[in-house]
């Protein structure tokens, strides 16, 4: 694949960085490499990128990008998004080309995950 101005890195902040490890660790298998106290960075999930100590979490009321992660089982990905200490933002909800919910993980940052319709 190219990688002449295609989006290579993404950098998220987090409240409390620990807990956001520990969520998304837990709810999607994802694994860290620490850079100090305030940045932990992430690979292999589609596109590499960290998370960074600001006290701003990542929200699109205020304008914020939402990044959107893929799930084959929704519904389960939701049950272990509620089970890590997840809030649901935005229940299971259908538009075109497939279906989706919106989260907040621990420290505040909001997320949303897709799947393909129902059959």
């Known amino acids: 694949m190219e990688k002449h101005h295609n989006i290579n890195y993404i950098e998220m902040p987090s409240s409390d960085l620990n807990a956001t490890k520990s969520f998304f660790s837990e709810v999607f298998n994802w694994e860290f490499?620490?850079?100090?106290?305030?940045?932990?960075?992430?690979?292999?999930?589609?596109?590499?990128?960290?998370?960074?100590?600001?006290?701003?979490?990542?929200?699109?009321?205020?304008?914020?990008?939402?990044?959107?992660?893929?799930?084959?089982?929704?519904?389960?990905?939701?049950?272990s998004v509620e089970a890590a200490g997840g809030s649901i933002t935005k229940p299971i909800f259908s538009f075109p080309g497939g279906r989706r919910f919106h989260f907040c993980e621990p420290s505040g940052g909001e997320f949303a995950v897709w799947s393909e319709p129902l059959s």
């Open 33 to 79: 490499v620490d850079y100090g106290p305030e940045y932990s960075s992430f690979t292999a999930q589609g596109i590499d990128g960290g998370f960074y100590l600001s006290s701003n979490p990542m929200q699109t009321e205020v304008g914020s990008a939402l990044i959107v992660l893929y799930s084959n089982e929704l519904e389960q990905t939701l049950a």
